[in-house]
């Protein structure tokens, strides 16, 4: 795995990934920088780490979508390289125009850091292969805009293509409002591009993958990548 | 030239801070506030007075950044 993590001004969530990646991967990431025009030869995963690029001025990712860089991620993407925005890099993502829809305030108005819930509704991704379909994770999250929301065509589309990845759920894997900490419409916590290269997602997956941070539920999203990359090489 | 644009959530999007602030008016008693909208007000200057094109400058900054169009509309207006 050849890994690219991008830096924004305000971003800071990116050692945690970069330390998952090498981790899982045995491999240091390369960091990008915003201002820059390229990625490093070879790269075959751009990671969108999270944190509050330009202080979440304007809209939450709005400012970092329109950097550079983002030019030469749209055109890695159009030819089917693997993309990974979490949390402010799914907002950066959406701003972007890589992925559908937007992230508004939760629903409650309040900054939400807690553990929560997910249901991983398909096993056949290249972010999903380490796990079931199904199958119940527990991951943090921390953001107060990550109520996702798209027009009604867009979610239908969404849902009809599969492309919902991750759901807020109860710890049976049941969808219930109560476990819907932010509001989002159908639970929505993670949802694929059109070819299904990009995944953005609101949890830090990268942030329970080794026993001493308490669970290891994360590991499976950058194990499963791993694999599918040396599987493609 | 001055100029103004205004981006305001389209209607039927939720809008939990006006929501917020609606509730904050009723609580201090402000009679009369069926509801609010929370928006964006961006003053701009323009250079040179050409109208037509500072309409069009003003349209580009618009769509390119200051509104998200998923959910926003926007407003521009040259200030006599």
Known sequence: MKAAVLVFPGINRERDMARTLRLVSGREPAMVWHADTALPPGTDLVVVPGGFSYGDYLRCGAIAARAPIMDAVRAFADKGGLVLGVCNGFQILCESGLLPGVLMRNQNLRFICRDVYLRVERSDTPFTRGYNAGQVIRVPVAHGEGNYIADGETIARLEGEGRVLFRYASPDGLLDPDWNHNGAINGIAGILGERGNVLGMMPHPENHVEASMGRTDGRGLFAGLVDHLAQAA | ?80
């Open chain 2, 1 to 80: 030239m001055k100029a103004r644009v205004t981006v305001t959530l389209k209607s039927g999007i939720l809008d939990p801070q006006g929501k917020a602030i609606e509730g904050a008016l009723k609580s201090l008693g402000v009679a009369g506030v069926a509801s609010v909208r929370q928006g964006k007000v961006f003053d701009i200057e323009i250079e040179g007075g050409d109208r037509a094109r500072a309409e069009a400058v003003l349209k580009e900054a618009a769509e390119k950044l200051l509104a998200n169009t998923v959910i926003e509309n926007y407003r521009v207006d040259v200030l006599p």
